[in-house]
């Protein structure tokens, strides 16, 4: 290896100029045991992150269309005779299908009602998330261009003079 010309000197940047035309950069040293250890574990991490993508996009695309769930609040009596009380059990997520549509067309439709004494349905629902649409269509189709040039037909003097026309014939 050759060593670096001093600075300020056209051999010194003849030398850079030559590294740069070969496209690499000016490879010195070795990699020390932390950088190792640390590229490692940035392999490992592509790796767990690479085999997660699809539940990833999937998680990502639920909050992008929103959500809806539905609830049940099971009703049932703990004790016996004076001590007999009526209680509530936890919402609990509905997972049958029947009861799911049964709950979406009385809250959304003209349906009847699923709820009785026993049992109390409820929907709740998340609007969609516009930071969750951008990221997804942006790592998909690319990030949009915005045009930040603006072009003016007339000169800023004749603008100035029909804005101070504007506010003189609103006053009168």
């Known amino acids: ?17 030559a590294i740069a035309s070969k ?15 640390r590229e490692a574990v940035l392999e490992l991490a592509k ?14 695309s639920i909050l992008a269309i ?20 009526k209680m509530k059990s936890k919402p609990e997520l509905v997972t049958k299908d029947n009861e799911i549509v049964d709950a979406l067309n009385h809250e959304f439709n003209d349906g009847n ?11 709740m629902t998340r609007e969609p998330e516009n930071v969750a649409i951008d990221s997804l ?19 800023i003097g004749i603008l100035l003079d029909e804005l101070e026309a504007f506010k003189r014939s609103k006053n009168a």
């Not at 790796?47 to 990502?60: E, S, W």
């Open 1 to 17: 290896m050759t060593p670096i010309p001093k600075k300020g000197t056209p051999e010194r940047i003849a030398y850079f100029k």
């Open 23 to 37: 496209g690499g950069k000016n490879k010195r040293g070795v990699k020390t045991k932390n950088t190792i250890d």
């Open 47 to 60: 790796d767990i992150i690479a085999g997660r993508t699809k539940r990833l996009i999937d998680t990502q």
């Open 66 to 85: 929103g959500c809806i769930k539905v609830f049940v609040i099971h009703t049932y009596y703990e004790g016996t005779g004076k001590n007999r009380k």
């Open 113 to 123: 009602d699923p709820s009785n004494e026993d049992d109390y349905y409820f929907v």
């Open 137 to 155: 269509l942006n790592r998909t189709f690319g990030r949009a261009t915005e045009n930040t040039k603006i072009t003016v037909d007339k000169p």
